[in-house]
């Protein structure tokens, strides 16, 4: 049963973060909540935090969308794999500073590690390539 609950809760992550659904996204993760971000090297904890990071994306590509190619629980761990994409028109911030928009349509695939408790996501670790990503944006 715990797969099954633990399923439902990251697809309606995706299902969220494609409609724009904050409220929902926001309601999905523990107040303890940790978001690690290998790629950038930086993590953001609790709700607020889980916001900020989606909203980075949101900003910098308002068309953002998410497909998720294939989904896996143990428990409450699942692991993802997915692919998202939009068009670059507003700033992206990033440890190295902020990316002006540039027009440009990237396609990053990434990899993502949820850990559940009690139905909601205590923690997540994005994994993707920043190269790639700066390579479509025609930064490299």
């Known amino acids: 049963m715990a797969n099954q609950q633990a399923l439902a809760t990251v697809r309606a992550v995706y299902d969220g973060f494609n409609t724009g659904d904050v409220p929902t996204l926001l309601s999905l993760v523990t107040d303890d909540f940790e978001l690690v971000d290998v790629a950038l090297g930086m ?18 590509m308002p068309d953002a969308h998410i497909r998720l190619d294939s989904i896996m629980a143990e428990g409450d761990v699942v692991v993802t794999e997915h692919t998202g994409g939009g068009t670059h028109t507003g700033p992206l911030n990033t440890p190295a500073g902020t990316i002006p928009p540039t027009g440009k349509t990237p396609e990053l695939q990434f990899a993502e590690v949820f850990i559940n408790r009690d139905d909601k996501i205590k923690t997540l670790r994005a994994y993707w390539d920043t190269g790639t990503l700066m390579r479509q944006l025609g930064m490299a």
């Open 43 to 60: 993590s953001w904890h609790g709700r607020q935090g889980w916001g900020e990071w989606l909203q980075n994306w949101a900003v910098s």
